[in-house]
C-alpha cells in the first residue's frame, strides 16, 4: 500500500505465544478473552511483524522480530514455532536481498523487536543487514544498557551491541522530521523509555506503527494496557493522543503483535475507538 513516496508491506517473521494476563494487565480474562482467545496454558497468539518501506532511494525495515539465536529453551517458554522462512527467505518474495536494506528503524530493544537485528556467524553474532544504518532513540539505548530488573530479561546485548561495533548505528534523540523525507518519528515512553514509532505520511493517509503503545487491535481501549508496560498512565494519555491523530487525521494503525491483523483505521464508539475497518498490508 502506498503512502506518499513510499510503498509499505507487512512481514510476518514470528509466531509466538505470550501469557494472555500479562498481555492485558488488570482487565479481566472474561473480557480480553472474547478479543483473543487463550490456550489451555493460558497463552495467547501473537505476531512478530516488520514493515518493509520502499522508496526515494530508500529501502527501510521497521523492527526485526526475534532472529534464530535464541536457545531451545527459551524457544519453548514462548512457543516460538520452529524457523521456517529466514529474513533472507523472505525479502525474497519481494525482490530484495538483505544487502540491499539500506536502513532498520528499531521501536526499541526488547528482543522480539529487535532479534533479528543480528545473526550468527562463525558464533559470533554480526549485524544481519551489512549495509544497512540501525537508527534507535538514545534513551532507549542506555536504558538497554542499564536496564531495571523487571526489564532485564527482555534486552539482550547480542541483539544490539554488535550495531555498535561494527559502527552502523545511528542514536537520535526525540522525534524528527528530517531522518527521512515524508517519515516522522514520534517518540513515546509508557512502555519502555524512548520507543520510536514510524508515522509513513501520505496526502489522503499515513500509515503509523504503533509498536507496543498498541500491540494488537484488542488493545485499543484506553485502560487495555500490558503487565510489561513501564508506566500505563504515561502510556494511556499517549495512546489516546495517537488514537486522537489517527480519528482526524486518517491514520492506518500497524501492529506489531496482533494474531491477525496487521492494519486498520479506527472509529469513534462512546468514549472510546474500535477498530473500523481491517486494512490489508
Known amino acids: 500500500m502506498r503512502f506518499g513516496k513510499y510503498e ?27 478479543k483473543i482467545p487463550a490456550d489451555g496454558a493460558n497463552r495467547i497468539p501473537m505476531k512478530a511483524r516488520s514493515l518493509l518501506i520502499r522508496g526515494n ?18 524457544k519453548s517458554i514462548y512457543a516460538i514455532e ?3 522462512d529466514s529474513m533472507d527467505d ?39 543487514f551489512p549495509n544497512a544504518v540501525y537508527h534507535l532513540q538514545k534513551g532507549q ?17 547480542e541483539n544490539y551491541q554488535p550495531l555498535l561495533d561494527h559502527k552502523q548505528l545511528n542514536l537520535i534523540d526525540g522525534g524528527t522530521d528530517t531522518l ?16 520510536q514509532h514510524p508515522l509513513v505520511t501520505g496526502e489522503n493517509s499515513s500509515l503509523f506503527f504503533c509498536a507496543d503503545l498498541i500491540p494488537t487491535s484488542a488493545h ?3 485502560a487495555w494496557t500490558m503487565s510489561y508496560d513501564n508506566h500505563p498512565l504515561t502510556l494511556m494519555e ?17 501492529f506489531a503483535h496482533d494474531p491477525l491483523i496487521a492494519g486498520a483505521r479506527i472509529r469513534q464508539k462512546g468514549q472510546g475507538v474500535v477498530v473500523d475497518q481491517a486494512v490489508a498490508l
Open 57 to 74: 532511494g530508500r529501502v527501510i525495515v521497521v523492527d526485526t522480530g526475534i532472529g534464530d539465536k535464541l536457545s531451545q529453551k527459551f
Open 90 to 128: 523472505r525479502l525474497a518474495r519481494f525482490g530484495i536481498r538483505s544487502e540491499d536494506i539500506t536502513d532498520v528503524i528499531l521501536s526499541h530493544l526488547h528482543f522480539d523487536h529487535c532479534g533479528g537485528s543480528t545473526r550468527n556467524e562463525k558464533e559470533r553474532p554480526v549485524p544481519a
Open 180 to 195: 527521512f523525507d515524508g517519515i516522522r518519528i514520534i517518540v513515546t515512553h509508557g512502555h519502555t523509555p524512548a520507543m
Open 8 to 34: 509499505c508491506v507487512a512481514v510476518i517473521l514470528d509466531s509466538f505465544l505470550l501469557d494472555g494476563g500479562a498481555m492485558f494487565g488488570v482487565v479481566p480474562k472474561p473480557l480480553w478473552e472474547q
Open 238 to 254: 499517549e495512546k489516546a493522543g495517537i488514537c486522537s491523530h489517527a480519528l482526524v487525521e486518517d491514520w492506518i494503525l500497524f
Open 141 to 157: 539505548w542506555d536504558f538497554a544498557l542499564n536496564p531495571s530488573i523487571r526489564d532485564r530479561s527482555s534486552y539482550m546485548a
Open 82 to 84: 520452529p524457523g521456517g
Open 220 to 222: 485499543l481501549p484506553l
